[in-house]
C-alpha cells in the first residue's frame, strides 16, 4: 500500500476533522459513515439520472411520430424554467455583501439568459421543422392542454417583477394599486389571454387552470411582492443600480422573457393554425402572444418610452432583416 506524502496527510486529517463535525452535527456517527464509503459501489449515470424514467415519461396520445418532438420540447422547457427559477431564488435569498455585488447579479442572470436562449433558439425545430398539418392533427388530440397552463413560467413573472406590471395593460396605474389582491389577480394579463373569442367566455383550459393553481399563485405573489427581481433591483445602492453590465444582463432577460419568447410562440402558431380558429385550448392568441399588445416588462423604468411603446418590433425587424441577408442578399465569392 503506497503511504501518503506529508501534504497529503495534513490534508486528510483536516478533511476527516470537517466530515466528524458534520455528523457530529447531525448526530450520525462519524466512523458508520466512513465505513459506508468504504463499502459504497459509486452510482453510475443511467442510475443518478434515472435514465429509464427519464425515457418513460415521454407518453404520446396519438400515433404521430412527431408528437414525441412535441412533448419531449415541452418537458425540455419546463427542466430549464426549473433552472432559472433556482437561479432567481438564490439571487433573492443572497446576504447583504452578495446582494450589492453585481458580479453576483451578473452572473446569476447569464445564465437564466443562456437558458432562455436555448429555449428560444430551439423553438425552431416546432416552428418548421414539422408538418403543418401533422401537427394541426395531433395537436387537437391533446385539448384542453395548452402551453398557456404553464405554472412555472406564471412562477417565473411573479418572481421577476411586481404585480401592477403584469396587469392587463388598461388595469395598470394609481387606480389599481389599493385594490385587494383577489381583485387585482382577476386583472392578470394572461386571465386575457384564454378567453373565447367568440363567446367572449373563459375557456376550459383557463377554467381548469384557475381551479388548479389560483390558489397557489395568488400565495406566490404574495411571497414575491418585496422580493422579486424588480423590486430588489430598484433597492440597490446607486452605484450598484448604474453598472452597465448589470443593467444590460436585466434588459436581456426582459427581452428574452416578454419578446423572443413570445414572438417565437407567435411565429409557430402563424404557421401550424387555421387563421379562422383561435389557439390550442382556446386562446386567443393573436391578442394574447403579441408583445405589443400588453407591452409587459419586468423592468420598465430601464427602456425608454418609445422602446415601451414599440415593445417588440426591434426583434422583429431584427429577424426579418436576417432573413432577407440569408436569402436574396448573398453577396458573391470572388
Not at 34 to 59: D, F, P, R, T
Not at 98 to 118: F, G, S
Not at 296 to 310: K, Q, S
Request: glycine share 6%.
Amino acid at each position: 500500500m503506497d503511504s501518503f506524502s506529508p501534504e497529503e496527510t495534513k490534508k486528510g486529517i483536516e478533511y476527516l476533522y470537517k466530515l466528524r463535525e458534520k455528523y457530529k452535527g447531525i448526530g450520525q456517527d462519524f466512523f458508520d459513515y466512513l465505513e459506508g464509503l468504504v463499502q459504497s459501489k459509486g452510482v453510475a449515470y443511467w442510475e443518478y439520472i434515472h435514465l429509464n424514467s427519464l425515457l418513460g415519461l415521454q407518453v404520446p396520445q396519438t400515433d404521430y411520430k412527431d408528437e414525441i418532438i412535441f412533448i419531449t420540447y415541452h418537458q425540455i422547457t419546463e427542466l430549464y424554467f426549473k433552472l432559472i427559477k433556482q437561479e432567481i431564488d438564490q439571487l433573492t435569498d443572497l446576504n447583504e455583501e452578495e446582494y450589492t455585488d453585481p458580479e453576483m447579479w451578473v452572473m446569476r442572470l447569464n445564465r437564466c439568459n443562456a437558458y432562455m436562449k436555448n429555449i428560444c433558439d430551439s423553438m425552431g425545430v416546432m416552428r418548421s421543422g414539422m408538418k403543418k398539418e401533422d401537427f394541426f392533427k395531433f395537436r387537437m388530440a391533446l385539448l384542453p392542454a395548452s402551453g398557456f397552463q404553464s405554472v412555472q413560467f406564471r412562477h417565473l413573472e411573479i418572481m421577476s417583477t411586481n404585480l401592477n406590471s403584469l396587469l392587463n395593460y388598461k388595469a395598470r396605474g394609481e387606480a389599481m394599486k389599493d385594490e385587494p389582491l383577489e381583485k387585482l389577480y382577476e386583472e392578470i394579463y394572461w386571465k386575457s389571454g384564454s378567453i373565447d373569442a367568440r363567446t367572449g367566455e373563459k375557456t376550459l383550459t383557463l377554467r381548469e387552470f384557475e381551479a388548479y393553481y389560483d390558489k397557489h399563485l395568488m400565495q406566490y405573489i404574495k411571497r414575491y411582492k418585496y422580493r422579486n427581481l424588480h423590486y430588489l433591483y430598484f433597492k440597490l445602492p446607486k452605484e450598484v443600480k448604474e453598472n452597465e453590465e448589470l443593467k444590460a444582463a436585466l434588459k436581456e432577460y426582459d427581452t428574452y422573457f416578454n419578446a423572443y419568447w413570445r414572438l417565437s410562440h407567435l411565429s409557430s402558431s402563424s404557421r401550424h393554425l387555421p387563421k379562422a380558429k383561435g389557439g390550442t385550448g382556446g386562446t386567443n392568441w393573436r391578442k394574447y402572444l403579441p408583445p405589443k399588445e400588453q407591452r409587459i416588462l419586468f423592468f420598465e423604468p430601464l427602456w425608454t418610452e418609445e422602446e415601451v411603446e414599440h415593445w417588440g418590433e426591434e426583434y422583429i425587424k431584427e429577424k426579418f432583416r436576417a432573413m432577407i441577408e440569408k436569402k436574396w442578399m448573398k453577396v458573391p465569392k470572388k
